[in-house]
């Protein structure tokens, strides 16, 4: 099914003059309302005449997360207060939140960009949607909310938290999708398991999942436990929230909605476009956004793009899944290293359960890479040999994909922390000054 | 006789086992006999409790989330006697029964010692302990 025939749908030709159109209206609005997009575009030497087509866009300087932090809470807005409808803030690991304020006209774009993903995902008025992303600041459950209402299903706002509760309302409302991060789905599979509530007690039929990173393996996973076609919904706060994109029926790829958020990929480190089909980082400018657009904005998520058409008919580009971020890599003995990797490597193995934590520290001049990991309870013996087994083929694994060397510490059960918001995975504990 | 042992997972960290036997104390379970064999990360505790307590152990581990196991194994009786043991353990190997791990305690109140047996082989062992016993 789709929402928006229209704009899903319409050809590459018309999409690039519908962008063109909106990327000369948003950068004479920023340039017009906004001090700090003034003063960027004139340092760079660029003035909003300049945009003519969409190609024109690499002649504008990108926008980084430390803007927003330098500018808080609202030197970015492009409108008046009065006219800001909406605050969101996403939870600053590191020095200030990052702050976003919605116009009336943003709120709706936003919406409208929720319910295509939720069309997609084949949702619509006669479904229950049980929102498990956190309500408050956090634009997950607001974000889902109001895509959920457009389409006219029934929202059951149940936030995030109080799983026993959460697991009663599933079973007596009947509910048909949980949205929620995969690492929550996860962990609710499992708390139906111990509950002994098995799928016949359910409806669930769709997981809309997202808000962090997940792979295909978990994917098969969340699918087989829960009974659900479960679908990706990619989106972050600084461009507006859940939504910017999502998979179809076919889960190839998400389509990123690029009338309302154009998607670029450039070379992290030259800054320069990639070929087509190529690895990078993810660029965002809010076509549609007016109080507070995002011109070019730099994600830090790794990820590629497909122009071609998709089997679902849309014509929407698709990204791929995202391969880590640039700044949650880390580089342990000169190595890049992905905490999603370790991940999609836990899921090749029955014995693991799914959760793990990396601890990178450095002793004696040399890093230390340890990973936690619990053993399904089914998988432990009397036998030390056999979990010594277990643990000798995983560090192998491991070493033969990423190239160095884990020190694999089997934990007791329900010791490694399942997040009910973006589960942590990684500590680095070593110092540089 | 063939009597279930409690396997339960330990990471190797100071205390754990004190946990352990502080659990099944407080709870009025009496190890009658445990034995460790560990790696430098983890380790595994295999304990013996009385017949009737077994089922209650299990449960309470599993509940205060130990990752614990029962596993079948062989318990004799061997006399104090020089070369008792040796006449068991012989008789073991003559029929090709391996021994993965053993352990033995003394009861509260008797002349002999109990033998604990992780056979690969637990059907043949156990018919083998009873032509002895």
């Not at chain 2, 006399?79 to 073991?92: D, F, K, T």
């Given at each position: 099914?789709?929402?928006?025939?229209?704009?899903?749908?319409?050809?590459?030709?018309?999409?690039?003059?519908?962008?063109?159109?909106?990327?000369?209206?948003?950068?004479?609005?920023?340039?017009?309302?906004?001090?700090?997009?003034?003063?960027?575009?004139?340092?760079?030497?660029?003035?909003?005449?300049?945009?003519?087509?969409?190609?024109?866009?690499?002649?504008?300087?990108?926008?980084?997360?430390?803007?927003?932090?330098?500018?808080?809470?609202?030197?970015?807005?492009?409108?008046?207060?009065?006219?800001?409808?909406?605050?969101?803030?996403?939870?600053?690991?590191?020095?200030?939140?990052?702050?976003?304020?919605?116009?009336?006209?943003?709120?709706?774009?936003?919406?409208?960009?929720?319910?295509?993903?939720?069309?997609?995902?084949?949702?619509?008025?006669?479904?229950?949607?049980?929102?498990?992303?956190?309500?408050?600041?956090?634009?997950?459950?607001?974000?889902?909310?109001?895509?959920?209402?457009?389409?006219?299903?029934?929202?059951?706002?149940?936030?995030?938290?109080?799983?026993?509760?959460?697991?009663?309302?599933?079973?007596?409302?009947?509910?048909?999708?949980?949205?929620?991060?995969?690492?929550?789905?996860?962990?609710?599979?499992?708390?139906?398991?111990?509950?002994?509530?098995?799928?016949?007690?359910?409806?669930?039929?769709?997981?809309?999942?997202?808000?962090?990173p997940?792979t295909?393996?978990?994917?098969?996973?969340?699918?087989?436990?829960?009974?659900?076609?479960?679908?990706?919904?990619?989106?972050?706060?600084?461009?507006?929230?859940?939504?910017?994109?999502?998979?179809?029926?076919?889960?190839?790829?998400?389509?990123?909605?690029?009338?309302?958020?154009?998607?670029?990929?450039?070379?992290?480190?030259?800054?320069?476009?990639?070929?087509?089909?190529?690895?990078?980082?993810?660029?965002?400018?809010?076509?549609?956004?007016?109080?507070?657009?995002?011109?070019?904005?730099?994600?830090r998520?790794l990820?590629?793009?497909?122009?071609?058409?998709?089997?679902?008919?849309?014509?929407?580009?698709?990204?791929?899944?995202i391969m880590g971020r640039s700044d949650d890599m880390m580089i342990v003995r000169g190595v890049n290293v992905f905490p999603s990797q370790i991940e999609s490597i836990l899921?090749?193995?029955?014995?693991?359960?799914?959760?793990f934590l990396i601890e990178v520290d450095r002793?004696?001049?040399t890093d230390t890479f340890d990973i936690q990991v619990?053993?399904?309870?089914?998988?432990?013996?009397?036998?030390?040999?056999?979990?010594?087994?277990?643990?000798?083929?995983l560090t192998?694994r491991i070493q033969s994909v990423i190239g160095i060397q884990p020190n694999i510490?089997?934990?007791?059960?329900?010791?490694?922390?399942?997040?009910?918001?973006?589960?942590k995975r990684a500590i680095d504990h070593r110092?540089f000054? | 006789?063939?009597?279930?042992?409690?396997?339960?997972?330990?990471?190797?960290?100071?205390?754990?086992?004190?946990?352990?036997?502080?659990?099944?104390?407080?709870?009025?379970?009496?190890?009658?006999?445990?034995?460790?064999?560990?790696?430098?990360?983890?380790?595994?505790?295999?304990?013996?409790?009385?017949?009737?307590?077994?089922?209650?152990?299990?449960?309470?581990?599993?509940?205060?989330?130990?990752?614990?196991?029962?596993?079948?194994?062989?318990?004799?009786?061997?006399?104090?006697?020089?070369?008792?043991?040796?006449?068991?353990?012989?008789?073991?190997?003559?029929?090709?029964?391996?021994?993965?791990?053993?352990?033995?305690?003394?009861?509260?109140?008797?002349?002999?010692?109990?033998?604990?047996?992780?056979?690969?082989?637990?059907?043949?062992?156990?018919?083998?302990?009873?032509?002895?016993?």
């Amino acid at each position: 099914m789709i929402w928006n025939k229209e704009m899903e749908c319409m050809s590459r030709e018309q999409m690039r003059e519908v962008q063109g159109e909106k990327l000369r209206k948003i950068v004479a609005h920023a340039y017009s309302n906004s001090p700090f997009y003034k003063q960027r575009l004139d340092e760079h030497g660029v003035h909003p005449s300049d945009i003519k087509t969409i190609d024109d866009i690499v002649k504008l300087p990108f926008t980084v997360k430390q803007d927003l932090r330098d500018n808080y809470p609202f030197g970015l807005m492009a409108v008046p207060m009065s006219d800001i409808i909406r605050l969101h803030a996403s939870s600053g690991t590191t020095g200030k939140p990052i702050v976003v304020g919605y116009t009336r006209t943003d709120l709706d774009n936003w919406s409208e960009a929720v319910a295509r993903c939720l069309t997609a995902f084949g949702l619509g008025k006669n479904d229950l949607v049980q929102i498990s992303y956190g309500y408050g600041l956090f634009t997950g459950g607001l974000g889902a909310h109001a895509g959920v209402q457009k389409i006219g299903a029934t929202v059951i706002p149940t936030s995030s938290g109080n799983t026993q509760k959460q697991m009663q309302l599933m079973q007596d409302f009947g509910t048909t999708a949980l949205a929620c991060t995969p690492s929550y789905a996860m962990y609710m599979s499992d708390e139906l398991q111990k509950a002994g509530i098995t799928l016949d007690r359910l409806k669930l039929r769709v997981g809309i999942f997202g808000a962090e990173p997940w792979t295909e393996a978990m994917r098969q996973e969340l699918q087989k436990k829960l009974g659900v076609k479960a679908y990706d919904i990619y989106g972050l706060t600084e461009i507006s929230g859940p939504g910017v994109g999502s998979e179809c029926e076919c889960q190839c790829g998400t389509h990123i909605w690029e009338d309302l958020y154009y998607p670029e990929i450039i070379d992290p480190v030259t800054l320069k476009p990639v070929e087509p089909g190529q690895k990078g980082e993810l660029v965002f400018t809010t076509l549609d956004k007016w109080g507070m657009p995002m011109l070019r904005y730099r994600t830090r998520d790794l990820t590629t793009l497909n122009y071609e058409k998709c089997d679902c008919g849309r014509t929407c580009v698709r990204m791929g899944k995202i391969m880590g971020r640039s700044d949650d890599m880390m580089i342990v003995r000169g190595v890049n290293v992905f905490p999603s990797q370790i991940e999609s490597i836990l899921l090749e193995f029955p014995e693991y359960e799914p959760y793990f934590l990396i601890e990178v520290d450095r002793v004696n001049n040399t890093d230390t890479f340890d990973i936690q990991v619990e053993v399904k309870p089914e998988f432990y013996t009397d036998r030390i040999n056999e979990l010594v087994r277990i643990r000798q083929r995983l560090t192998s694994r491991i070493q033969s994909v990423i190239g160095i060397q884990p020190n694999i510490k089997i934990v007791q059960p329900n010791t490694i922390e399942r997040s009910t918001g973006k589960a942590k995975r990684a500590i680095d504990h070593r110092k540089f000054e | 006789m063939i009597i279930r042992q409690l396997s339960v997972f330990l990471e190797n960290k100071i205390g754990m086992f004190a946990k352990i036997a502080r659990l099944l104390g407080d709870n009025g379970i009496n190890m009658l006999s445990f034995n460790i064999s560990e790696t430098q990360d983890f380790g595994i505790a295999r304990i013996i409790v009385e017949k009737e307590e077994e089922d209650r152990a299990l449960s309470l581990l599993k509940a205060n989330s130990y990752a614990v196991s029962m596993t079948p194994v062989l318990l004799i009786h061997c006399n104090h006697v020089p070369g008792a043991m040796a006449n068991i353990l012989e008789q073991l190997s003559a029929a090709g029964v391996s021994i993965e791990y053993l352990y033995a305690f003394a009861g509260k109140d008797s002349d002999f010692s109990r033998v604990v047996i992780r056979p690969d082989n637990l059907e043949k062992a156990n018919q083998i302990a009873q032509e002895l016993q």
